[in-house]
């Protein structure tokens, strides 16, 4: 499985949010020193972060498949603050969600696994059919939609329960926290991973370019872009499933709850290991790509 980072909008996002949280509790006296140094300081940050190689867009990969990008800032922000309002909504003393709620609904989660899997199953095996079969898709390709609906209205709960069992996990191992405090926070969002489109000399096995897909493209799309990278730029190009996003918050798939919280965790220490040498090393590609997804 390939995995790569997007801190681009995640990591602003983070450090946004913690910024306004120490400027509300600072004296008044002093915050607009503050104001100033924490803004210089954020886009510095953000600057040396995010690698020249995220910033591309007029590479040929990007252009052949622009119809079929993943809006991952967008993502990140719809889905960041949807989380953070639902922490805050449960929260208020007139919406108390309990243990046994949680527990009801990760039960669910587990059933709901099995049953959209097999929808999808269902669903691929009738567009490959041949022949009439409109109404057969359409019903599969409902059911699909029925059960993701559903994993959506129950997905808040499940991942702060989820949330909180890594992060005591961390807290157990000691695993570098600040006083008791796990950083970065661990935040994920059970939803599709993206695509990845990856580019790649044909004498030389070699990662040049690579792009994040929109889940849902279809087969023939993907051999389209495939096609029409090899014809026009002479290149070999595959278009392959990523197991999960070490966005903000991370993206892990709809799987079972032992792998779930498997990448819940490695995607959490790719967020970690950013901020040392060795996460930021990543983007360098070669020996320490490999060593970072080791």
């Known amino acids: 499985m390939q995995r790569i980072f997007a801190w681009t909008a995640g990591s602003l996002l983070l450090v946004a949010f913690n910024s306004l949280v120490w400027l509300a509790t600072m004296p008044l006296r002093r915050r607009s020193r503050r104001v100033f140094i924490a803004l210089l300081v954020t886009v510095l940050f953000l600057n040396w972060l995010v690698p020249d190689g995220d910033r591309r867009s007029d590479t040929a990969a990007g252009a052949v498949s622009l119809d079929y990008s993943y809006g991952l800032v967008s993502w990140e922000f719809e889905n960041f603050f949807a989380k953070w309002g639902h922490r805050a909504w449960t929260a208020l003393p007139w919406t108390p969600t309990s243990e046994a709620d949680r527990r009801r609904a990760l039960d669910r989660y587990v059933v709901l696994v099995d049953e959209l899997r097999e929808a999808k199953d269902l669903l691929s095996g009738a567009i490959s059919e041949n022949g009439p079969g409109r109404g057969k898709i359409s019903d599969a390709r409902a059911e699909v939609d029925r059960l993701i609906a559903e994993r959506d209205s129950l997905r808040d709960g499940i991942e702060e329960f989820l949330e909180q069992a890594v992060a005591d996990a961390l807290r157990s191992d000691a695993v570098d926290l600040v006083s008791s405090f796990v950083w970065p926070p661990v935040d994920f969002r059970i939803d599709s991973p993206p695509k990845l489109l990856v580019t790649s000399p044909r004498d030389v096995i070699r990662r040049d370019e690579d792009v994040l897909i929109d889940p849902d493209i279809s087969v023939e799309d993907i051999r389209r872009i ?20 070490a966005s903000y918050p991370n993206v892990i798939p709809t799987t079972g709850l032992k792998r779930l919280l ?28 490999s060593m970072n997804e080791t």
């Not at 995607?267 to 790509?289: C, I, K, Q, S, T």
């Open 226 to 245: 495939e096609s029409e990278l090899a014809e026009l730029e002479d290149v070999s190009a595959i278009v392959l499933q990523t197991g999960g996003l």
């Open 262 to 289: 498997n990448v819940a965790a490695h995607e959490w220490l790719h967020a970690y290991l950013v901020f040392n040498p060795l996460g930021r090393a990543y983007f360098d590609g070669g020996d320490v790509r």
